[in-house]
């Protein structure tokens, strides 16, 4: 009996983490409604998910050492994902975004407001966010379920159960000639076992916002 009941529990925590496993997430889109939508292509570089979508015209960044940022933008095309969030949790996302970006990106550019020879222009769109499942994402970093589960996903680079995210798009144009010169779609989250980061229904999205901000500074050096 002590065997069949012990095998029994045992058979419901591979079900309940198949189940998790099964459970897809939303994937950035090509978002019909930004400027750079008709050059974006599958991004075959990419075996991560986080850039699904990219275009790359042949750059030396190393030329570029200004850097003219817009105010972060928030998409409402008919394909976002932002679901239901609120008007209030879209502005305050966007702030965030706007502050770490200039904050990260100033590491490498002088941030400034006017076109020049040496300039590049970024403009960033938040297009869609996951929040954190109340209570949900942060007892899955413990239980006996959620945790391998999630273990397997830190390791993998991968997204965690009940865990949010944020989408956005980035286009990089010269300042002067207007040329796109890179842009791509992402989908930015913590690391799955990254338990501060499921305090807070938005403290995913904006851990994710940081490491995209990290992400993108590395990428144009």
């Known amino acids: 009996m002590h065997i069949s009941i012990k095998t029994g529990r045992?058979?419901?925590?591979?079900?309940?983490?198949?189940?998790?496993?099964?459970?897809?997430?939303?994937?950035?889109?090509?978002?019909?409604?930004?400027?750079?939508?008709?050059?974006?292509?599958?991004?075959?570089?990419?075996d991560t998910g986080r850039v699904p979508y990219s275009y790359s015209a042949p750059v030396e960044w190393q030329k570029y050492n200004a850097l003219i940022i817009d105010p972060v933008a928030i998409y409402n095309g008919p394909d976002h994902q932002l679901g239901d969030l609120?008007?209030?949790?879209?502005?305050?996302?966007?702030?965030?975004?706007?502050?770490?970006?200039?904050?990260v990106l100033s590491q490498r550019f002088s941030v400034v407001t006017s076109p020049g020879s040496n300039t590049l222009k970024l403009r960033l769109t938040l297009t869609g966010v996951a929040t954190n499942t109340a209570v949900a994402s942060t007892v899955t970093r413990f239980d006996l379920a959620g945790m391998p589960y999630n273990v397997v996903q830190s390791i993998r680079g991968k997204e965690g159960v009940f865990m949010g995210s944020v989408s956005y798009s980035v286009e990089i144009y010269d300042s002067t000639s207007k040329q796109l010169?890179?842009?791509?779609?992402?989908?930015?989250?913590?690391?799955?076992?990254?338990?501060?980061?499921?305090?807070?229904?938005?403290?995913?999205?904006?851990?994710?916002?940081?490491?995209?901000?990290?992400?993108?500074?590395?990428?144009?050096?």
Not at 18 to 28: D, I, N, S
Not at 38 to 43: D, E, G, I, R
Not at 192 to 201: L, P, W, Y
Not at 203 to 216: C, P
């Open 10 to 46: 045992l058979g419901m925590i591979a079900a309940f983490c198949l189940a998790l496993a099964a459970c897809g997430t939303t994937q950035p889109v090509a978002y019909s409604g930004i400027s750079s939508s008709s050059k974006l292509m599958p991004n075959q570089k990419d």
């Open 86 to 103: 609120s008007e209030a949790d879209k502005q305050e996302l966007a702030r965030y975004m706007d502050t770490t970006f200039r904050k």
């Open 181 to 221: 010169l890179k842009a791509f779609v992402t989908k930015q989250y913590p690391n799955a076992m990254n338990i501060v980061a499921t305090f807070g229904s938005l403290h995913a999205a904006k851990t994710g916002i940081e490491k995209g901000a990290d992400a993108l500074v590395a990428s144009l050096k």
